[in-house]
């Protein structure tokens, strides 16, 4: 059964600019596959401003550092900041990329984004420290020290949302692997050169049959020949799914069955391989609640026959978790 537990709000609002003095503060960016936020903190982890704007998913290297470039100094500007003020800034992606490095190798969000050195680039420009990491790993971060897995030892954080991934929290830590993408569990193949190809290059991966990103792709197949309440056109999205399952539409269902299988076959693989026992789903297909994440459960269960208790939760962070976890990072920088 799903645990909902209630959060302390994280967050401070409504300050006067005169209580901005000179001392560190920390902007957290989490770009999406839809959006890309931006969050400003101070040295006591108080979320001072906030903003969003749609995510170029165009956009090459240069061209969407240069909007993020743009986009901090303006809310460095409004809140009566400059460079000098901030400790560091933390970025999380939807991408491949080598930790140390700094260095983005591939994004299956953002295609154009790819073998390009983007910390290097925004340090030289803003004058800034800047780290970078997968989204994931950031909100298995977020989560397990503000979130759902608080005072946990191992955590294993699934993001089901446009896309697929997950952060691995192991002793405490969060394992990062050689280059930087350990828990890259979206992209495992389940039907290799089969299926849909996604944006690793790859048919067969859990991502392409089970995120939000190819769905539609998916109903629209599976609905040659036959009825549905669902408008197939091209606007058709996981909200429209929601909506028809919600109707019991019997092809929307059928599609929810389809997805709950890849996830929880994916989530039982990673139980397999780490014999970590507490899984934190995120993204925004938890907003489908029970209706999908009780099938992930059962179908689990299905396939786990050693009787041990392994706890799935939701996340408590709801969309502040990608901020939250990126201002986390600049922490490392110390």
């Known amino acids: 059964m799903f645990k909902i537990r209630i959060t302390v709000a994280f967050g401070y609002f409504g300050r006067n600019r005169s209580e901005i003095t000179v001392k560190s503060y920390r902007i957290g960016i989490d770009a999406g596959g839809t959006k890309v936020a931006y969050g400003l903190f101070d040295e006591d982890n108080r979320l001072l401003d906030r903003y969003q704007h749609p995510t170029p998913v165009e956009a090459d290297g240069p061209a969407f550092s240069d909007l993020v470039i743009e986009s901090v100094r303006a809310m460095l500007e409004k809140n009566g900041l400059t460079p000098a003020n901030l400790q560091g800034i933390g970025i999380c992606m939807p991408s491949f990329i080598l930790f140390d490095q700094g260095y983005v190798c591939m994004t299956s969000a953002m295609v154009n984004i790819r073998d390009f050195a983007m910390r290097d680039y925004l340090t030289a420009r803003l004058g800034v420290p800047v780290i970078l990491d997968n989204d994931s790993n950031v909100a298995a971060l977020a989560e397990h020290r503000y979130g759902a897995g608080r005072g946990s030892r191992h955590m294993v954080y699934v993001a089901t949302s446009t896309g697929i991934g997950s952060g691995l929290i192991l002793n405490g830590q969060l394992f990062r692997g050689s280059y930087g993408w350990a828990g890259e569990c979206g992209h495992m193949l389940i039907t290799p050169d089969e299926g849909l190809e996604c944006g690793c290059r790859n048919q067969g991966c859990f991502m392409s049959w089970a995120s939000g990103r190819y769905i539609p ?37 059928e599609v929810l069955v389809q997805m709950a299988h890849y996830i929880a076959v994916c989530v039982f693989n990673i139980y397999q391989l780490l014999n970590v026992n507490l899984f934190v789903f995120g993204g925004g297909l938890v907003h489908f609640g029970p209706m999908l994440y009780d099938r992930v459960q059962k179908e689990f269960d299905r396939y786990n026959h050693i009787p041990q208790p392994v706890e799935f939760r939701f996340a408590e962070l709801k969309q502040d978790f990608g901020i939250i976890g990126a201002a986390e990072l600049v922490r490392e920088l110390r």
């Open 217 to 253: 792709q998916h109903i629209r197949r599976m609905a040659q020949g036959r009825e549905t309440s669902m408008d197939l056109g091209p606007d058709l999205d996981g909200v429209e799914l929601l909506r028809a399952c919600k109707e019991g539409d019997p092809l929307a269902l």
